[in-house]
């Protein structure tokens, strides 16, 4: 088992920006997809950015070209650049892992999860 702790997150006035990060440990993540899904007051977890084993990315279509997700294996962390933020990104953010080894980003959906992280608040005032 994989345990996630996310940190960085805050708030920020409509096109700030945040850097979310995710510190993993325990059993090896570097085979895994890791990514980033948020929930909203009465909406459901929504997928928000992935990255795989080889750096490749998925991204929702909503934060396409304001976020930016990037892994440091070495550092058994993942991270979530978040610019131009709006008010309907606010939500708690949550990272996660692939349960699938040597998968596509586009693979990690809340039903194919291993681990998740506890979360962490991001409110964007308008």
């Known amino acids: 088992q994989v345990q996630l702790v996310e940190s960085g997150g805050g708030l920020v006035q409509t096109g700030g920006s945040l850097r979310l990060s995710c510190a993993a440990s325990g059993r090896t993540f570097s085979l895994q997809a890791m990514g980033w899904f948020r929930q909203a007051p009465g909406k459901e977890r929504e997928f928000v950015a992935a990255i795989n084993w080889k750096s490749s990315t998925y991204y929702a279509d909503s934060v396409k070209g304001r976020f930016t997700i990037s892994r440091d294996n070495n550092k058994k962390t993942m991270y979530l650049q978040m610019n131009s933020l709006k008010p309907e990104d606010t939500a708690v953010y949550y990272c996660?892992?692939?349960?699938?080894?040597?998968?596509?980003?586009?693979?990690?959906?809340?039903?194919?999860?291993?681990?998740w992280g506890q979360g962490t608040q991001v409110t964007v005032s308008s």
């Open positions: 996660a892992t692939d349960s699938l080894p040597l998968g596509p980003p586009e693979h990690l959906r809340p039903d194919s999860v291993g681990s």
